[in-house]
T-cell receptor, first 113, second 113 residues
Framework: KQEVTQIPAALSVPEGENLVLNCSFT??????LQWFRQDPGKGLTSLLL?????REQTSGRLNASLDKSSGRSTLYIAASQPGDSATYLC????????????FGTGTLLAVQP | GAVVSQHPSWVICKSGTSVKIECRSL??????MFWYRQFPKQSLMLMAT?????????EQGVEKDKFLINHASLTLSTLTVTSAHPEDSSFYIC?????????FGQGTRLTVV
């Protein structure tokens, strides 16, 4: 059974810092991995999608990496801003007959001005 | 990216009544949609997979008679919480997938009083 864990559970940083969020999964047989952002009381916004054959994806100040063999992904946020404060979730998709997403436990990020 | 619209964004109902939540894919067709439940400060828990034109597939522990799912068209899935009780109060989120990527609705905050 796939289990997805995110470390740390919560993180508080001053504005301008670079930071790394970690996601680990137990079953390396994944189709892709997606990083999401969730603001309080809101739905999920897709940030980056990494296919199983890819090593990383970049969008603006965000960079996500994937090491499938070790079951790890990282989300790097450069020059953090108070507007980056949110909960960040990673999710893995198994593919094949099932399209289920298995979500991580989330990291609550607070960027202090 | 693709847009998934969920309605209503919040609802308050009396105990014993039923509530229907709609999930629409606005600019793409989705043969499969997903319904999640999220408790405060926790990650998303998959409740069921909604399949267009056939019965939904429920996750273990989710009562199918309590949470009725209908996926009557390629752009609409509905979740009906029947005979709602205060313990059903939660944040419900739907999702639809394109070929590779998952997109989420804005979520529905259900409060049963």
């Amino acid at each position: 059974k796939q289990e997805v864990t995110q470390i740390p559970a919560a993180l508080s940083v001053p504005e301008g810092e670079n930071l790394v969020l970690n996601c680990s999964f137990t079953d390396s047989a994944i189709y892709n991995l997606q990083w999401f952002r969730q603001d309080p009381g809101k739905g999920l916004t897709s940030l980056l999608l990494i296919q199983s054959s890819q090593r990383e994806q970049t969008s603006g100040r965000l960079n996500a990496s994937l090491d499938k063999s070790s079951g790890r992904s990282t989300l790097y946020i450069a020059a953090s801003q108070p507007g980056d404060s949110a909960t960040y979730l990673c999710a893995v998709r198994k593919g094949g007959a099932t399209n289920k997403l298995i979500f991580g436990t989330g990291t609550l990020l607070a960027v202090q001005p | 990216g693709a847009v998934v619209s969920q309605h209503p964004s919040w609802v308050i109902c009396k105990s014993g009544t039923s509530v229907k939540i709609e999930c629409r894919s606005l600019d793409f067709q989705a043969t499969t949609m997903f319904w999640y439940r999220q408790f405060p400060k926790q990650s998303l828990m998959l409740m069921a997979t909604s399949n267009e034109g056939s019965k939904a597939t429920y996750e273990q522990g989710v009562e199918k008679d309590k949470f009725l799912i209908n996926h009557a068209s390629l752009t609409l899935s509905t979740l009906t919480v029947t005979s709602a009780h205060p313990e059903d109060s939660s944040f419900y989120i739907c999702s639809a997938m394109t070929v590779a990527e998952a997109f989420f609705g804005q979520g529905t905050r259900l409060t049963v009083v």
